[in-house]
């Protein structure tokens, strides 16, 4: 039985799920933070996150995805904050589109509910859309959106309620550990710790001495920007799913995304829209957080051609950090030369919906020294080992 407490560091969508986890399990937990979580300086905010199970990425997420929902639902119940919302999925693309041929693999693999839209189909079920002629679509109709901000704010009340401690507005300057547990050093104090969970985001590469620069992660600031619906009936959660578009490039490398108001969101109104592409690495200590009026500009004018008539002026626009490994699959691990340390970093973009998940897997990493959760494709020696 552990008598020192685990130590996480960083209290975002992973480590607050770290600290439910651990609490749940009776271990004595301290989790810290350098802000005060749910915050809008990290990865963790905007009010919506996409949440699919047929997954384009690798199927291998599935079986995590699948149990990350029931995470997500249990949660619920257990704090009664809304996490996810099931308005559904729909992604578009031409025929020859790899996310959807990809997802439709992955939901065939898994028994995934999915329905495939022909290009009239699509046409008529969703006329808001102006996608080029051939366009088809696949609708996974149980997924939805997550709500980053209450899935930070449930999973940090279940750790309080199982008697975890947080250091809040409190910054970690260095993590020194070995296998058998470490010291974490904060601003004028150290704290003891038997096991230690790193979860900081775009600021990992900072608090992994030692493995960081084998991992190359890269943290890229990023645009999201809602816009006031014109037609606020084809904006409306009823009418309108969570939705990807695949366009083959016509507007850049990557996908625009969108989610729908829900009902009773906090903040803004509308129709938040994201593009997620290739990015320039930014320093998450030293970069511009307004906005680029540039990037506005672009998002509305592509949205003109894409939801043509259906969207009004934007409303506001936030920025937010992606911290992007060498392959955009997450890296989960022990430290192979500190064991008794577990990290979670590298999310790419993608990783808010499994938090529950990784926050199961973290807190069996750290206690057991392995999980039997199906997480080894997301192992650090993919990139430490030739
Ligand atoms: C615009 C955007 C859109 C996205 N869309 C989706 C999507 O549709 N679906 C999806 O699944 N995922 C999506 N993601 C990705 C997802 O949001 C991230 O993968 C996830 O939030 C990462 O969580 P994290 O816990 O690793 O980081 P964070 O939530 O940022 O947490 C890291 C924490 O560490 C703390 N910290 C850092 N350094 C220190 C230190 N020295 N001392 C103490 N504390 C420290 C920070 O303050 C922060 O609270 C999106 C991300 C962005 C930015």
Known sequence: MISSPVVVVGLGAMGSAACAHLA?????????????????????????????RAYFEHPDYVPLLERAFRGWERLESETGLACLKRVGVLLMG?????????????????????????PRQLATAYPQFGLPDGTCGLLEPDAGFVIPENGVEAHLRVA??????????????????????????????????SRIVVT????????????????????????IVWFRPRDATLCSDARMPAWVIDDGGACGDGLYYGVPTWSGQIGH??????????????????????????????????????????????????????????????????????RSVAFAAGFSGHGYKFAPVIGELLADLVL???????????????????
């Open 160 to 193: 309080r309620r199982h008697g975890a401690e947080f250091r809040l507005d409190t910054r970690v300057v260095a993590i020194e550990a070995d296998d058998d547990g470490g010291v974490v050093r904060l601003e004028g104090e150290s704290i003891d710790a």
């Open 200 to 223: 900081a985001g775009a600021w990992s590469n900072q608090l992994l001495p030692g493995i960081a620069e084998r991992l190359h992660l890269a943290a890229q600031r990023k645009h």
């Open 94 to 118: 031409g025929p020859d589109s790899e996310v959807l041929r990809a997802s439709q693999e992955s939901a065939k693999r898994h028994s995934i509910e999915v329905m495939a839209l022909a």
């Open 269 to 338: 109104d509308g129709v938040k829209i994201g593009f997620h592409g290739p990015g320039t690495p930014i320093d998450p200590d030293d970069h511009a957080r307004t906005p680029d009026p540039l990037v506005v500009d672009r998002f509305r004018n592509d949205m003109e051609r894409y939801l043509p008539g259906v969207l009004g002026d934007p409303v506001a626009a936030a920025t937010c950090l992606y911290t992007m490994s060498p392959d955009q699959h997450f890296v989960i691990d022990l430290v192979p030369d500190a």
């Open 24 to 52: 749940r399990r009776g271990v004595p937990v301290i989790g810290i933070d350098r802000f005060s979580p749910p915050h809008d300086q990290g990865s963790s905010h905007g009010g919506s996150r996409v949440a699919r």
């Open 368 to 386: 057991e020294g392995s999980s039997e959760l199906p997480a080894d494709f997301l192992r650090v020696g993919r990139f430490t080992e030739s």
